[in-house]
């Protein structure tokens, strides 16, 4: 290319070619974006487009490391400035869940001994604790676009951290479920977050005779079950659980038991068939710097892996 | 120099812009530097930087689609093109404007693909991040348009080489 002074305009047959040239330029722009818009949208995560996106992230890992850990005071200054703001909602709310997290100990704790014995053996019972080996990561990089609540963590294949691992990270109540692993490289994987509108998990309330229903995103920070039937006795402060499938039994990416909230609402109208819960996530994507990613260790964890 | 901007704004876009994250709005790096290159350079070079770019931000930030931004930014870059050397741009208030009309355009076309992949998006969500998006970038793009025109010099339009010849 060579610089051509501005006031160099004419209708010459030369620039004439010119526009042609640059036309021609910009339109095959145009055409392979179309294209790698849509060969990215129809291949699968472990498609040719997608390798060469987790490889490209690879590249940046280190520059996304040493960004995310310079600007992490920053951030937790920031967050404590925001925290101060709804300090005494929080207090309030805090407070309340305290109190229905007693009763739910007293509840609980007969079966939590004979519970943990159980879990002890691979495989049995779906524990997320047995089947999964738990490696902790560093957030080092969010998206760049409003649109997507998804992030970069610092651990990969190298790890045992595969696509379809779930996530979790320490909430109000002790861990709970964050997200899932989308795209995996050898160093470094992005996570998509429970916030993401698409997401759909099978969840279950045990304290509501084990009622089934499908959790998503509503608005932000908040989800919704569905399909839980009007007679099941859900109220306010139940937690709610990964179910360990989905619709007609199919096995879940998401193992049985882990922890994503409490109902903070239940309602429905004279005529439906199902009751909507509301549900407050023990966790807020927004506010991580660490998750614990769950590598698949036993044959049923890496068959949830696989789950299509 | 073009080429070295372009790569510096995505690397800043995609490590550290995501950390200013306020109201869900994220401040937009990349989207001044290729303004300021289209207006510098004229449609053809800030096409090729916007698409470049965009396609970048996409390979290397945690984004669910690849050409979308390539295609965005392209227009963005194109479109400033068409205002290179123009007496109106002259002034710092001109590209500032401009570059918070391309972030508008940039996340409501981002919108509109992702509607048309069927993927949900909530409408006070969408607006919320914009207003904020926007303001933010706003705020970003004077002191990048004048390290801009600092680095590139007098507004020029760059023409394709294979008549470079006769120019």
């Known amino acids: 290319m060579s610089p051509t002074p501005v006031s160099n305009q004419s209708h010459s047959p030369l620039a004439q070619r010119r526009i042609l040239a640059r036309r021609l330029v910009v339109g095959g722009l145009v055409v392979l974006c179309l294209i790698v818009l849509s060969i990215y949208g129809r291949e699968s995560a472990s498609g040719p487009l997608h390798g060469l996106q987790s490889g490209a992230g690879t590249l940046v890992t280190p520059i996304q490391d040493g960004v995310s850990r310079a600007v992490q005071p920053v951030r937790n200054a920031w967050d404590w400035a925001k925290s101060l703001v709804s300090a005494r909602d929080r207090a309030a709310q805090l407070a309340k869940e305290n109190q229905q997290l007693k009763a739910q100990i007293v509840q609980g704790q007969f079966n939590s001994e004979e519970n943990q014995r159980l879990t002890q053996i691979p495989g049995l019972g779906n524990a997320w604790n047995v089947d999964y080996n738990q490696v902790p990561a560093d957030i080092i990089g969010w998206s760049a676009s409003p649109y997507y609540d998804e992030a970069r963590i610092d651990k990969g294949t190298s790890n045992g951290v595969i696509v379809n691992s779930p996530v979790i990270a320490a909430g109000t109540a002790g861990p709970a479920l964050v997200g899932v692993i989308t795209q995996a490289g050898p160093i470094s994987s992005t996570v998509a977050f429970l916030s993401q509108p698409q997401t759909s998990v099978g969840v279950t309330i045990t304290n509501a005779n084990s009622a089934f229903g499908i959790l998503q995103p509503t608005a932000p920070g908040a989800y919704a079950i569905t399909g839980i039937p009007v007679g099941k006795p859900v109220a306010n402060g139940d937690i709610v659980y990964t179910a360990g499938f989905r619709l007609f039994g199919q096995l879940s990416i998401f193992p049985r038991g882990i922890p994503i909230g409490l109902v903070e609402g239940v309602g429905h109208r004279e005529t439906d068939v199902n009751q909507t819960v509301q549900v407050d996530p023990f966790v807020d994507p927004n506010s991580l710097a660490y998750v614990v990613a769950l590598a698949p260790k036993s044959a049923l964890a890496k068959q949830r892996a696989t789950t299509p | ?167």
């Open chain 2, 1 to 167: 120099m073009v080429a070295l901007m372009v790569l510096a704004a995505v690397v800043v876009q995609v490590s550290l812009m995501p950390f200013v994250d306020v109201a869900d709005g994220i401040p937009d790096v990349l989207v001044c530097v290729i303004v300021a290159v289209g207006m510098l350079r004229g449609p053809l070079v800030g096409a090729v930087a916007g698409a470049a770019g965009g396609l970048l931000v996409e390979l290397t930030s945690p984004i669910g689609t690849l050409g979308v931004l390539g295609l965005l930014y392209l227009v963005v870059g194109w479109g400033a093109g068409r205002l290179c050397g123009r007496d109106e741009m002259r002034g710092l208030l001109p590209p500032v404007v401009l570059c918070v009309i391309a972030e508008a355009g940039v996340l409501i076309g981002e919108a509109f693909v992702q509607l048309m992949l069927s993927r949900p998006l909530d409408f006070g969500d969408v607006v919320r991040s914009l207003l904020a998006s926007v303001i933010l970038t706003g705020l970003i793009a004077a002191p990048i348009v004048a390290l801009a025109r600092r680095a590139l010099g007098a507004p020029r339009v760059v023409e394709p080489f294979l008549v470079s010849g006769d120019g």
